[in-house]
């Protein structure tokens, strides 16, 4: 018996779903700005994509004088793991590493001078430049679950550049033990520590996050700015230079009008009235 061929048609070509970004943004009505790690499978290690997407991020909301809090958080088990080691393996040259750890500093160092506070919401571990990343953000509130460490020293690379924000947080002895032991510890230690200011059950980590929240947009935000840019300043200067500079500070808030009109409600006994800005 002799058969036809079968002629088939060619399909629809297949559809290729668009990457999520690494990195997700998200801001509500007060002005909380929400960056989100968006590299669960990956534990949100620092890839090149995710230090320029957090770099990005940064620009435009130092630019925005309508954010008002920056909250850094991550979607998975993982808060971040640090730097992405196949990515870091898969091109081992000198300039390379300079490159990338030149663009990871950058980026811890934008967050300091952002002049909104920024939080870091740590849902689980936070490793090598995870952790330095939690130590960069101005206040941390975790889970009672979260873990932390600077790991790099287990595989052969000392965690330098996160001992630099690791140890602005923690007492010298103690972060130099994390250093150079590469031991996670617990949240409670964390915060005893210095390194996080606040501890929540899981279920409970976003509304202890809220309550910070709340707590710094009811104040001025040109006095929360002013004050974040002399608080690290003045911590790289000598006492007498941090005094000086503290009374140039001040005396430069106090001629603004949320100032003058919150010295004047405490004279008056009734709660200010801040316009918003």
Request: hydrophobic share 45%.
């Amino acid at each position: 018996m002799k058969t036809s061929p079968v002629t088939i048609e060619p399909g629809p070509p297949p559809v290729i779903e668009a990457e999520e970004p690494v990195v997700l943004r998200s801001q509500d009505a007060r002005g909380v700005v929400t960056l989100t790690l968006n590299r669960p499978r990956a534990f949100n290690a620092l890839s090149e994509a995710m230090l320029a997407a957090l770099q990005r991020g940064f620009d435009a909301i130092a630019r925005d004088d309508s954010v008002r809090v920056v909250v850094i958080a991550a979607d998975g088990k993982a808060f971040c793991a640090g730097h992405d080691l196949k990515e870091m393996r898969a091109t081992p040259s000198p300039d390379y590493y300079e490159r990338l750890f030149a663009q990871c500093s950058n980026m811890m160092l934008a967050i300091q001078r952002l002049p909104v506070p920024v939080i870091a919401r740590v849902q689980g571990i936070a490793t090598a430049a995870g952790c330095q990343l939690v130590a960069m953000c101005d206040l941390a509130v975790a889970s009672s679950t979260a873990k932390f460490a600077v790991s790099g020293v287990n595989l052969g690379l000392f965690c330098s550049a996160p001992g630099v924000a690791l140890s602005r947080n923690v007492l010298r002895k103690l972060a130099f033990e994390m250093l150079v032991t590469g031991e996670f510890i617990g949240a409670q230690e964390a915060k005893a520590r210095g390194l996080i200011n606040r501890v929540a059950e899981p279920d409970q980590l976003d509304a202890e996050l809220e309550k910070l929240v709340a707590n710094i947009i009811a104040k001025p935000r040109m006095a929360v700015a002013m004050g974040k840019e002399f608080f690290y300043k003045q911590a790289e200067l000598g006492i007498a230079a941090a005094y000086e500079s503290a009374s140039q500070t001040m005396a430069c808030n106090m001629m603004d009008e949320a100032a003058l009109e919150g010295v004047q409600a405490f004279i008056e006994k009734r709660p200010p009235r801040w316009q918003k800005k």
